[in-house]
T-cell receptor, first 117, second 114 residues
Framework: EAGVTQFPSHSVIEKGQTVTLRCDPI?????LYWYRRVMGKEIKFLLH????????ESGMPNNRFLAERTGGTYSTLKVQPAELEDSGVYFC???????????????FGQGTRLTVV | AQTVTQSQPEMSVQEAETVTLSCTYD???????LFWYKQPPSRQMILVIR??????QNATENRFSVNFQKAAKSFSLKISDSQLGDAAMYFC???????????FGAGTILRVKS
């Protein structure tokens, strides 16, 4: 079974440009999460999808970030326009939705390293 | 808001020896989950071990075990008989009992010397 896959693995863009990160969750996982680790600090939650709906987007830093999950399968995270402080590693994770069973494990991708210069 | 602190940015251990990674957290809740994740270089982050706060017994997974001190809000990871493949970044994480998102610490880089 394929794990969580993220594209690209590494992206270098100039300030002001646009970048789109993609995440393919494990097939059948309704929950999809985006996290970000900036400059060696802690990994921080960005948002959570349940199927195609945004369940919690409290971690999104500002309106330059747009996440979508059309059709409830893969997700994209677009940064437009990118700023220097957006540099970091963006992680995607997915988990099953088992109703009242809340201790489902989250499976992570390898991350996308974004460098804004 | 919950916070997780890993006070050791880097640790080193000799192959076959034991190492302990520290983690403390802050929460006002009584029921929650704690996790240790491992991320090898350029690879996926994987779950190493999980602890439910309502369980007094410390979780163990082969060479990995935790020392969960609920009153002290401490959750350390012990790796016994360290192997070269244990070299990675280790993240401690917290999750509310009825929540989905994880709260992570800053991570500890573990180097294993042969």
């Amino acid at each position: 079974e394929a794990g969580v896959t993220q594209f690209p693995s590494h992206s270098v863009i100039e300030k002001g440009q646009t970048v789109t990160l993609r995440c393919d969750p494990i097939s059948g996982h309704d929950n999809l999460y985006w996290y970000r680790r900036v400059m060696g600090k802690e990994i921080k939650f960005l948002l959570h999808f349940v199927k195609e709906s945004k369940q919690d987007e409290s971690g999104m830093p500002n309106n330059r970030f747009l996440a979508e999950r059309t059709g409830g399968t893969y997700s994209t995270l677009k940064v437009q326009p990118a700023e220097l402080e957006d540099s970091g590693v963006y992680f995607c994770a997915s988990s099953q939705d088992l109703g009242q069973v809340m201790n489902t494990e989250a499976f992570f991708g390898q991350g996308t390293r974004l460098t804004v210069v | 808001a919950q916070t997780v602190t890993q006070s050791q940015p880097e640790m080193s251990v000799q192959e076959a020896e034991t190492v302990t990674l520290s983690c403390t957290y802050d929460t006002s809740e009584s029921d929650y989950y704690l996790f240790w994740y491992k991320q090898p270089p350029s690879r996926q982050m994987i779950l190493v071990i999980r602890q439910e706060a309502y369980k007094q017994q410390n979780a163990t997974e082969n060479r990995f075990s935790v020392n969960f001190q609920k009153a002290a809000k401490s959750f350390s990871l012990k790796i016994s008989d360290s192997q070269l493949g244990d070299a990675a970044m280790y993240f401690c994480a917290y999750r509310r009992e009825y929540g989905n998102k994880l709260v992570f610490g800053a991570g500890t880089i573990l180097r294993v010397k042969s």
